[in-house]
């Protein structure tokens, strides 16, 4: 692999492998709030939020962690505001305690806090203006989960810059290297001192969340109810195990993940049926390293024509990345992968986005089913075609056909889920 190409591999794992804690929408919320407090200086008596749809469908359901059980756009910038914490980025709201959750709850009674939609245009807007006597402060994110493009105080612009909206990736590393072909090779001869560290990160903390939700009481329960009901078969161990960190971080639970292609969801879809797999194959460390890289970069290939945010649910690019990931772990190459993916992705990839909450782990269950199936169809010469409904010959027409679908397809979609959802706000 040519040295240019080995670096943007490496740096996009780089760039996608962050820590969050709990559901990246409203923690984004959190974090512009909590810029927005830091730069007035002081506690703000009105707030006026103005967020795009997608943001209010992922933060509608969800429970903003740390805050004791709360949901919503308000809740989430009242969370940063008393946080303050905007160095933290998306763990903006980790060193809440007690005495922080009665302050939010008051301040939720006592200020003035105005939610509406963004008239942007833009998929991922984040727009918080915060008011105290004759100062404000305004903060403005865009594209993706940290990406400040806007922050002014007193009217003085601190940070002025434009993205192109079409591109909400602008700023990272050009994702149009990717290739399936590219990847297998990357995950190959990758130096593991290169990627171990983040991967390692993601491993460790996707492990413990999903530890967690299995103990736990956490939402609808989907891991432990896969368990109680299916077995321990490795199959469904690996399902319930990714569903169960999803149970677990869409109810409140504080322990950070480590997010792919902006989703902590995709992050735990990616990574842990893959650790599941390795131990049951007595894979090496070495391997199990190469096997989650390689299943988080497809995952973002997967991801990159699809966008961000949209009405296609972003565990199923996650769960044929697993589904590949265990091919691979398996010894399984170039034709094994492709035809998992292309297998994956016939199956799944009619399924919706409906916002981030408890059934979240129940569609991740879905996903990995799905692309475990792919890669055991293909053991057994079993597989679909190009020509099959949305798949083309060639895996890499397949994923630009999902993508196409996806992005431009499923607009209206999209924007019709946005409605049912906000229709009673």
């Known amino acids: 692999m040519e ?23 409203p923690i984004a919320v959190a974090y512009a709030a909590a810029l927005a407090k830091k730069t007035l200086g002081k506690l703000p008596e009105s707030v006026e939020i103005a967020v795009s749809g997608n943001i209010l469908k992922n933060v509608k359901s969800v429970i903003v962690p740390c805050t004791g059980g709360l949901k919503g756009v308000a809740s989430a910038a009242a969370a940063g505001i008393i946080s303050g914490r905007a160095e933290d980025k998306l763990e903006v709201l980790s060193h809440l305690g007690d005495d922080d959750r009665k302050a939010i709850r008051e301040y939720l009674k006592t200020a003035q806090i105005t939610v509406r939609q963004s008239s942007s245009g833009c998929i991922f807007d984040i727009g918080i203006k915060l008011t105290s006597g004759d100062d404000s402060a305004y903060a403005r994110i865009e594209g993706h989960h940290t990406n400040v493009v806007e922050l002014t105080k007193n009217g003085e612009k601190l940070i002025s810059r434009e993205i192109a909206r079409e591109n909400a990736d602008e700023g990272f590393t050009d994702r149009s290297v990717l290739s399936v072909r590219g990847i297998i090779e990357f995950a190959d001869t990758v130096d593991l001192k290169d990627i171990e560290e983040v991967i390692t990160r993601q491993i460790d903390y996707n ?14 329960n989907v891991g432990k109810v896969l368990l109680s009901s299916f077995g321990d078969s490795v199959h469904n161990l690996a399902r319930a195990t990714a569903a169960a960190g999803s149970d677990a971080r869409m109810n409140g639970c504080s322990l ?4 792919v292609s902006g989703s902590g969801n995709q992050g735990m879809c990616a990574s842990l049926p893959v650790v599941v797999y390795a131990k049951h194959l007595g894979a090496s460390r070495e391997k199990l390293l190469r096997a989650v890289a390689l299943s988080d970069l ?7 024509g699809i966008g961000r945010l949209s009405a296609y649910c972003g565990a199923v690019s996650a769960g044929a990345g697993a589904g590949a990931g265990i091919a691979y772990l398996s010894g399984g190459g170039f034709e094994e992968i492709a035809h998992t993916l292309v297998n994956a992705l016939a199956i799944t990839s009619g399924l919706i986005c409906d916002g981030a909450k408890s059934s979240c ?10 692309g475990i199936i792919g890669y055991e169809m293909y053991k057994r010469g079993s597989q679909f075609y190009g020509g099959d409904g949305i798949l083309d010959h060639g895996v890499e027409n397949t994923i630009e056909n999902v993508g196409d679908l996806a992005r431009i397809g499923m607009k209206e979609t999209d924007e019709e889920i946005i409605r049912l959802m906000i229709k009673d706000l």
């Open 3 to 25: 040295d240019k190409l080995y670096a943007d591999y490496a740096n996009i794992l780089k760039e996608e492998l962050l820590p969050a804690m709990g559901c990246t929408e």
């Open 207 to 220: 492990t413990a969340i999903a530890e967690e939700g299995l103990k736990g009481d956490y939402g609808a």
């Open 256 to 259: 950070p993940v480590v997010i």
């Open 298 to 304: 497809l995952t973002v290939h997967l991801k990159t």
């Open 361 to 370: 782990a129940a569609k991740i269950a879905s996903a990995v089913d799905a």
